[in-house]
């Protein structure tokens, strides 16, 4: 807000509306992230290469779930031709993402390996990148999970008795979850509610309910914070038990 109000733009200086854009996505604001993201895309003809893969990136995750894959495909392809390779690892793991939202395990995948290995030669952690908290087409995302019991309204089933007498979960094998498990599992952890899941799927929200407490039974979670950190590091795993 102050830099709007300053005569200079320090754009070329450095890209800061890519800054405050993915500042306003962690505060669950996607309208003004995507209207900055756009701002410095209307620069970009002036702006290195990098810049323009990290804005698409942050409209990416500010745009509706229909429209991000192009989007990410875009900054995947800047990113490679500047030769950023944390801007490229960091897009990767977005798009990983969305591949696993769709069910595409397979892709979801390979495309996570490659964002590791671009971590690890830049001395970065591609589990700690999955751990930040997304934006789903402006999906509200409650900082602290409701109280189980009431899933018409929080979106959290019931937490099954046996969560809380099991075993560390990052001790047990991978578990199996079956392809609609894995598709209602990775939309929760992407922070949307029940309703948005039974849009995006087709499906009733006692359907998503029942998906939702098997996953959460399997993998000893209790709400869609812990879901997300348990989900995202089983997409590396190897073997037809992460699936």
Same mark, same amino acid.
């Given at each position: 807000m102050l830099i709007d109000q300053?005569?200079?733009?320090f754009g070329d200086?450095?890209?800061? +509306?890519? $800054?405050?854009a993915e500042a306003y996505l962690h505060v669950h604001e996607p309208?003004?992230?995507?209207?900055l993201a756009l701002e410095e895309l209307k620069l970009s003809p002036d702006r290195p290469m990098s810049t323009r893969g990290r804005a698409l990136r942050v409209l990416a995750m500010a745009e509706d779930p229909d429209k991000r894959r192009l989007l990410l495909y875009q900054s995947v392809k800047c990113l490679r031709e500047h030769g950023d390779r944390y801007g490229l690892a960091r897009t990767l793991v977005e798009l990983s993402r969305d591949f696993l939202s769709t069910g595409e395990t397979q892709q979801a995948r390979a495309t996570w390996h490659?964002?590791?290995e671009l971590m690890d030669e830049c001395g970065m952690s591609a589990q700690?990148?999955? +751990?930040? $908290?997304?934006?789903m087409g402006g999906a509200e995302s409650p900082a602290d999970p409701q109280p189980p019991g009431n899933s018409e309204d929080s979106g959290e089933p019931g937490v099954p008795e046996e969560m809380s007498l099991g075993t560390s979960a990052e001790d047990?094998?991978?578990p199996v979850l079956s392809e609609a498990e894995w598709r209602v599992a990775t939309l929760a952890a992407s922070r949307m509610t029940n309703r948005q899941i039974t849009k995006s799927l087709y499906i009733t929200v006692s359907t998503v309910e029942q998906h939702l407490t098997r996953v959460y039974r399997k993998l000893s979670v209790g709400n869609r914070q812990d879901l997300s950190r348990r989900l995202w590091p089983l997409i590396g795993a190897t073997g037809s038990s992460s699936c």
């Open positions: 300053w005569p200079v733009d200086l450095a890209p800061w +509306r890519i $800054d405050a309208v003004e992230a995507k209207r490659e964002a590791q700690h990148e999955s +751990r930040r $908290d997304p934006v047990a094998e991978p």
